[in-house]
Nanobody
Framework: EVQLVESGGGLVQAGGSLRLSCAAS????????IGWFRQAPGKEREGVSC????????AYADSVKGRFTISSDKAKNTVYLQMNSLKPEDTAVYYC??????????????????WGQGTQVTVSS
């Protein structure tokens, strides 16, 4: 059974940091690209970052470049999103998702086939 479980969200002040985790199980972790997406109430879902199968490539939305870093720990089957210098506009539910086997990193959510339940990130001004 495929499972993606996000954790690490919370309430922080502007300028603070959080590290989100996406714990994966039920599939061969190293064969799949995994992305982070976010959605705020009344706004479209947007791609935040992604990491390719075997960690071969990464990508970031322009809005988070220089502030967020994606990484993976193969031994733990976990992808992380380190978020620094948080801004109120980063407030959203953050989701991780996986593509089909061997497909590459993409910030288009329609290309992902399985999604976690999400974790809330709230940044106060």
């Amino acid at each position: 059974e495929v499972q993606l479980v996000e954790s690490g969200g919370g309430l922080v002040q502007a300028g603070g940091s959080l590290r989100l985790s996406c714990a994966a199980s039920g599939f061969t972790f190293d064969d799949y690209a995994i992305g982070w997406f976010r959605q705020a109430p009344g706004k479209e879902r947007e791609g935040v970052s992604c990491i390719g199968n075997s960690g071969g490539s990464t990508a970031y939305a322009d809005s988070v470049k220089g502030r967020f870093t994606i990484s993976s720990d193969k031994a733990k089957n976990t992808v992380y999103l380190q978020m620094n210098s948080l801004k109120p506009e980063d407030t959203a539910v953050y989701y991780c998702a996986k593509r089909e086997k061997y497909y590459g990193c993409s910030l288009y959510g329609s290309r992902y086939t399985y999604w976690g339940q999400g974790t809330q990130v709230t940044v106060s001004s």
